[in-house]
């Protein structure tokens, strides 16, 4: 899948799907997040268009060789972090898909049916690898302001691994091994009513 899309291909996917992606993404963690949530600058005030993009949590380690930057490691972090703006966020820019890790919570995964879009969850634990997927830096923002893991990172990738585990259809990956869990502990420690 290459992004950013310019229609609604998202909207296709389900949780299980498996998506390599290339084309362009842009990084933004808490500060990127508070701060578009916030200032909620317009269109024109922000050095790239996030229309029909991917947003990935991740705060990457970044080297800068000459007058480029080259990505060293950019494994995810954790979504639930920005879950109280990224509902907000992904509506009011045109955000297609959310990548990161963990998951997030039922006013993001309302966002994602009203955006026909998706979260994706990569691989924890592979910066390196995931790492060797981005083919170059094209931009930054705020870099100065935010610091190289806040700011936001525009990067071209090319086959970047990642699944669906949210979709635009209200299915959650992560909401339902969390009720499957709780069944589970409650079996465990012998409430009635839980051997189903």
Known sequence: M?????????????????????????????KAHQFLFNERPGIKDLPFDLKGSLI?????????IGSEYRIVACG???????????????QEYGISAIMGKGGMGGRTLDALAKCGGVYLHTIGGAAAFLAEKVTRVIDVFKLEEFGIPEAMWLMEVEDFPAIVTMDSHGKSLHEAVRKESEKAYLRLIGLPGQTT
């Open 2 to 30: 290459c992004f950013p899309l310019s229609g609604n291909e998202t909207a296709d996917l389900n949780v299980g799907d498996t998506v390599f992606i290339s084309g362009k993404l842009v990084t933004a963690r808490d």
């Open 56 to 64: 990935y949590h991740c705060g990457p380690i970044v080297k800068k």
């Open 76 to 90: 995810p972090t954790t979504s639930a972090r920005v879950d109280m703006y990224e509902w907000w966020v992904m």
